[in-house]
């Protein structure tokens, strides 16, 4: 599968790992710059707190439904811990989907979930730099 599949399609199926090494996917939106594929979640969700073990994770292009449309690559992700890093984040997201990210944020606003995301960044493995996120 090349990389353009990923970067051109709309949705991802992100596969997160719980500690009996079982995998657990979801479609997800998500934007790539320079390399890094951003994701956004509920900070409450299973797949976060899955990344809080373990950034072992890997992608696949996916249907909004989560049908699978590629072959699975796999990833490191990390949670982003810092206010500039999400901003960096849902920039990229806002760019990709526009009105309807807008419209996303908007009714997370009303809703009061807005300030319950979570932010994540995903590198391909081989482009991973060394050190900076959790092997598991």
């Known amino acids: 599968m090349g990389r353009n599949q990923l970067s051109s399609a ?12 079982k995998a657990v996917a979801t479609p997800v939106w998500f934007a790539e710059e320079a390399s890094v594929f951003y994701i956004f979640s509920a900070s409450d969700a299973g797949k976060v707190k899955r990344l ?39 920039a990229a997201l806002r760019r990709k989907y526009g009105w309807q990210m807008w419209t996303t944020d908007f009714l997370s606003k009303l809703s009061g979930k807005i300030d319950k995301r979570a932010y994540i960044r995903v590198r391909v493995q081989s482009e991973a730099p060394s050190g900076q996120m959790n092997h598991g």
Request: aromatic share 8%; charged share 30%.
């Open 10 to 21: 709309k949705y991802l199926s992100f596969a997160t790992f719980r500690k009996n090494g």
């Open 52 to 90: 809080r073990h373990s950034g072992r994770s890997r992608i696949a292009a996916c249907s909004a439904t989560g049908k699978l449309m590629g072959e699975w690559v796999d990833t490191l992700a990390e949670l982003i811990p810092d206010r500039d890093g999400e901003k960096e984040a849902l």
